[in-house]
């Protein structure tokens, strides 16, 4: 039996930001849920912060599959993931109301924004969708990802995973990640809704162009 093809792609075209905003929530509406309680906000705002250059997609013709969202100190995917300034104050408001938007900032700020280090490609967000679970889409996207870090000379990809995520630990592990740091939140837990963040690394790979799963060049390469 033929392995189901899907394309990996550079960058998120306007037109996907909206089902890239779901696929998101889909995934991680439990870690995001405390930030931004109300869906349809929720939505409006992954989809109107999403740094599209910071992004690799698998797409199967015009139907998005999965994302993964990297975060590096230099090259091709410097920058945060979520650029919260596309916002301004005054889009902050309207979209969160003032104590949502202060709320929400607050958090992100303390528990999701992340800097990349000097020799990390961090990954911020990776998600595949529910139809599209058990194709290696999670897996291709991470591998994309461990391309990036050695594309752009830096030595670990890094992501952090939450205990209340086991098979997303699972998945990273079975990639070839380990756990190099554990953070206990105490109290701080009732607010984020998990209690243990891990931090995973993994060396950088080969610097290899972005493929398709059957192996051709990518067409946006």
């Not at 906000?41 to 015009?62: H, M, Q, S, V």
């Not at 958090?107 to 595949?128: C, G, N, Q, R, W």
């Amino acid at each position: 039996m033929d392995q189901p093809r899907f394309a990996i792609e550079r960058g998120l075209p306007e037109r996907l930001r909206d089902r890239a905003a779901e696929i998101l929530d889909e995934a991680f509406a439990e870690k995001l849920s405390p930030v931004i309680p109300d869906r349809d906000r929720r939505l409006a705002f992954l989809a109107r912060t999403i740094r599209a250059r910071n992004c690799i997609t698998a797409r199967d013709g015009e139907d998005l599959l999965g994302l993964v969202c990297l975060n590096a100190p230099h090259g091709e995917f410097e920058g945060e993931v979520l650029d919260t300034s596309a916002l301004g104050i005054g889009g902050w408001r309207s979209m969160l109301g003032t104590l949502g938007a202060i709320r929400a900032a607050l958090m992100l700020h303390t528990f999701y924004s992340h800097k990349a280090k000097p020799d990390e490609v961090y990954i911020d967000f990776i998600a595949v969708a529910a139809a599209a679970r058990g194709r290696g889409v999670g897996s291709r996207l991470l591998a994309e990802a461990r391309g990036a870090a050695g594309r752009s000379g830096l030595g670990f990809v890094r992501l952090d995973v939450v205990d209340t995520n086991p098979r997303a630990q699972a998945l990273y592990e079975r990639e070839g990640y380990r756990v190099v740091r554990e953070e206990r939140l105490g109290f701080l837990g009732r607010f984020t809704g998990f209690s243990v963040a891990y931090t995973m690394e993994l060396p950088a790979g080969p610097d290899e162009a972005p493929v398709s799963w059957d192996g051709r060049p990518s067409a946006n390469r």
